[in-house]
């Protein structure tokens, strides 16, 4: 932290915090049809990174689905919840330190890359590409917007079509599946809308060959 905001609350000082409220408020929520789009592109015993885990309620419906999961959050107070709530061992990691490679089958960020700055998301993308499979999927969600801005200690980035669609053009091992709107599920947020996006890893041209078919 530097100097001149010494005072200021950070994002991760914010979720250390208010971890148990954030759990209650977010655990029980059913994100319904999010998780359809994701899962219909996932082989049946694929591995899902759920990547800034928060309460762990993604990663807990993952595993209820027979995948295997590993998941993590930069807040040490929000890894014991969700250890707790899950039965994992969630991983204490920053995704600035993410150093997975071809391991993942799918990753689940939900609401969580809305906290990076919008001049280093290209990085953590490509730090993201490098953890999936060859046609690996990753579903990402931001508020919907294209601004950056402050609000009760923590930062946002919100995107929409446009912007992130700018974005992608610098990341060309990325396809673009899928991209559309949705309200807030949480009661008393449905004025707020989201991007949700799923994007593919380009075939690796040196192997030939494609993955099984997936259904």
Excluded at 5 to 32: I, M
Excluded at 73 to 94: E, I, P, R, Y
Excluded at 144 to 165: A, P
Aim: glycine share 6%; net charge positive; with cysteine.
């Amino acid at each position: 932290m530097t100097p001149n905001n010494k005072n200021k609350q950070t994002t991760l000082e914010y979720y250390q915090s208010n971890a148990e409220a954030y759990f209650l408020d977010t655990a029980w929520v059913d994100p319904g049809e999010l998780y359809k789009p994701f899962l219909e592109l996932m082989p049946e015993t694929g591995v899902i990174l759920d990547a800034g885990c928060g309460s762990g309620r993604d990663a807990r419906f993952f595993m209820k689905q027979g995948f295997k999961v590993i998941a993590f959050d930069n807040s040490s107070q929000m890894v014991k919840l969700a250890s707790d709530f899950t039965g994992l061992n969630c991983l204490h990691l920053s995704f600035e330190n993410i150093e997975f490679e071809n391991k993942f089958d799918g990753i689940w960020a939900c609401a969580s890359l809305l906290h990076v700055r919008k001049k280093n998301m290209l990085n953590i993308l490509k730090k993201f590409c490098a953890a999936l499979k060859n046609r690996g999927i990753m579903y990402i969600s931001y508020k919907y917007g294209n601004r950056e801005y402050s609000r009760e200690g923590r930062h946002f980035s919100d995107y929409d079509e446009q912007c992130f669609s700018e974005l992608l053009k610098e990341i060309t091992s990325f396809n673009l599946k899928k991209m559309w709107k949705t309200k807030d599920l949480r009661p008393g947020h449905e004025n707020e809308k989201w991007l949700n996006i799923l994007l593919e890893k380009k075939q690796d041209i040196r192997h030939p060959f494609f993955r099984q078919k997936r259904f």
